[in-house]
């Protein structure tokens, strides 16, 4: 988690909202990311879903089976959903959304029965950190604006 916090100080310095992810199979990370939306003008650019395109193209297979994500905000719907898709063992994370969580606050997209995949979900690490990086940033923006 704490790569996933670096990754997300990275992203405020660019001026993006700072969320950060890695990917962790067997003991070592094979990617990280940060959010890169305002960069790339790509809505899907959030910190988890480049971080498990990139551990993908590192591991050369679609499948992330045996990898933990680690992202410093709980994923929304589209991230929950690549995460159900690329087959991860486990994702982690920070601080929970309460606007757009997909595991476990709005939505629980790790356990659904309806899908064909299911993972674990460890939420709370690192919490307060996360949290604090984002009300930071948003704060500075508002100030910026106001």
Known sequence: MRVA???AAAAASEGEVPIGAAVVCDGRVVSRAH??????????AHAEFLAMEEAARA??????????????????????????????????YGAPDPKGGALGTLF????DP????????????????AAEQLRTFFRARRKSKG
């Open 35 to 44: 959010n890169r939306r305002e960069e790339d003008a790509d809505p899907a």
């Open 108 to 111: 629980d997209v790790s356990h």
């Open 5 to 7: 916090l670096e990754e």
């Open 59 to 92: 591991l050369g297979r679609w499948r992330l089976s045996g990898c933990t994500v680690y992202v410093t905000l709980e994923p929304c719907l589209m991230c929950a959903g690549l995460m159900v898709n690329a087959r991860v063992d486990r994702c982690v």
């Open 114 to 129: 309806r899908l064909n995949h299911a993972f674990e979900v460890t939420p709370g690490v690192l919490a307060d950190e």
